[in-house]
């Protein structure tokens, strides 16, 4: 695809070999993100970063980036603070807000409502999260990340086995991760939910078409005793229609060291898109993992900047151009 330009919207507008470069542009960001060189070529841009749901690490890691090719970033978070809450429409905020900016990302809790918005934007639209739809941005750095650490294990993408678990109903990154899955050949993917979260049956026959070994289970022990990867994801609270809703499928998952130690198998890698519901009565992914060198959420985290600095190149087509902007750091690096 030609990214210049391009909203991106949905992991469906991919091929591989986009996907294939979108990671290598990623990799050439390695020397900015830890802190080694710093480039400008950014340098005047602006991002509008429109946060209508709750976000930390989408929101600050997609600034971060923008910041990091040497642009600046604008922030609206929430309905209340915005003009929304006077009723305006998306396509008014979109035809404003596209005047400020030279990219713009986008969270807002209905299904399609980002990609209506980049209808009526002037500029690129990324979108960071559209209800439980898609949340392609993270589906990227889930696959670099798992693409990474087979590497370090001496395994290549080809034949992976993942066990994807919790709430697949209403959780948009394991949606995109299936619709990116789907673009490759030759894998095994477990999906572990109650029944009444189960993975959308066109995901699953997504992956079906696409050649992969899909299975479909409430069982948890069993399926992540044969896995490369146990990806596991929260109850969608605010999905729900009520808390205690939600509440009735907490800890129905749990993963913790015991469980890991006695039904894991020993380099089985785990990972979470995060926030993970740390209160105890959560239960989902216990901070009793942390020692564990294969919790690789952090990893993800951090992968997550390259991700988002390959696809802001990319669109704003500045690709060639990072490293003749670029010098030194001057200050001291911890990294
Ligand atoms: N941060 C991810 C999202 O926005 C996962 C989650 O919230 O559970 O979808």
Redesign the pocket.
Known sequence: MDFTGAHILSIDQFEQPDIERIFRVADAMEPYASRRRVTRVLEGAILGNMFF?P?T??RVSFGCAFNLLGGEVRETTGFESSAIAKGESLYDTARVLSGYSDVICM?HPQNGSVAEFAEASRVPVING?DGSNE?PS?ALLDLYTIRKELAAKGKGLNGLRIAMIGDLKH???VHSLCRLLALYQNLQVTLVSPTELAMPEYLVELMRKAGHQVQVTDELTASISKVDIAYS??I?EERFTSKQEADLYRGRFRLNQQIYTQFCEPNTVIMH???RDSRAEANELDNDLNANPNLAIFRQTDNGILVRMALFALVLDVVDLVDKHAREVRWHSSR
């Open positions: 749901e976000s690490r989408t969270r999260g949340h993270q959780g948009r990154t994801t929260r969608q898109p995060l926030p």
